[in-house]
């Protein structure tokens, strides 16, 4: 039976990855990292670290496998339909005023909060005025969501999800269904640019009027949200938004007096200057 990853484990394993592979995942939060560790050890049937620590050495697919693996994969349309809700009623009519729009999605997985961004831009009359900027560590997860394929099983919890938010169209114009999979509509994806970026060690890359990173602060140490936080501010336009999950927080954070609450309970924020 495997045993728990000790820290001396973990500190050699991200160390190996770092060197050879330039991902930095120091400061991400050791318990979660641990768990995927071991998830993708058992998955992968290694039983002991210095197999792992070899592999990872010796085969960089192997290493690919493993980043796709315990790197953020889940999401889905409208996760969280309130907060979409609130950003259809309070924030996309201040972001109007903007004559473009630039959005970023910061660790957008396989980009189902993006389709669902892009619908409430639809239906506000803005998408032809916006850019939106897709972007995950995971090189698998961005070619999956340019792709713009989700499990059609999917389906029926996301029209209930996307009613939740006060949508009154029929949902499944959005999309085009398969026999497995219904893909987005590309005339709604015209505006979506989708790129390769590393909270962690890339630096601002354009300045935005809103920045989605929802359920990803999570996987970080306090450190680390701090640093992705001077990231997004320095990133935002000035009274620019920023939404994190709804179980993220930036009240322990030295960057905190640098925005205004739009929305405390669904986790919106703005910019003060």
Not at 3 to 26: A, N, P, S
Not at 63 to 82: G, K, S
Not at 135 to 154: Q, V
């Amino acid at each position: 039976m495997m045993e728990d990853l000790t820290k001396d484990e973990l500190d050699t394993l991200v160390g190996v990855i770092r060197k050879q592979y330039g991902y930095d995942f120091t400061d991400y939060a050791q318990a979660s990292l641990k768990r995927r560790f071991q998830r993708f050890m058992g998955h992968s049937s290694i039983e002991e670290v210095t197999e792992l620590t070899e592999r990872l050495q010796q085969d960089p697919d192997f290493f690919l496998r493993m980043a796709q693996f315990i790197t953020v994969n889940v999401t889905e349309m409208f996760r969280d339909p309130v907060f979409y809700k609130v950003l259809r009623e309070q924030v996309l009519p201040r972001l109007a005023t903007w004559p473009i729009i630039k959005i970023w999605h910061a660790g957008c997985a396989t980009g189902e909060e993006v389709f669902s961004m892009i619908i409430l831009l639809h239906e506000a009359g803005l998408l032809d005025r916006c850019r939106i900027y897709a972007t995950d560590l995971n090189a698998a997860n961005l070619d999956r969501a340019s792709k713009a394929m989700i499990p059609l099983k999917f389906m029926k919890d996301y029209t209930q999800n996307y009613l939740q938010t006060g949508g009154t169209e029929d949902f499944s114009n959005y999309y085009t269904a398969g026999d497995d999979y219904a893909v987005i509509r590309p005339h709604l994806r015209r505006n979506i640019i989708f790129s390769q970026h590393n909270l962690v060690t890339d630096q601002v890359f354009n300045e935005f009027q809103l920045i989605c990173c929802r359920n990803v602060f999570i996987y970080f140490n306090r450190q680390l949200q701090n640093h992705v936080l001077r990231l997004f501010y320095d990133s935002l336009s000035p009274l620019g938004y920023l939404a994190l999950g709804l179980k993220e927080s930036m009240m322990f954070s030295e960057e905190k007096n640098r925005f205004e609450a739009v929305s405390g309970p669904h986790k919106i924020f703005r910019r003060k200057s």
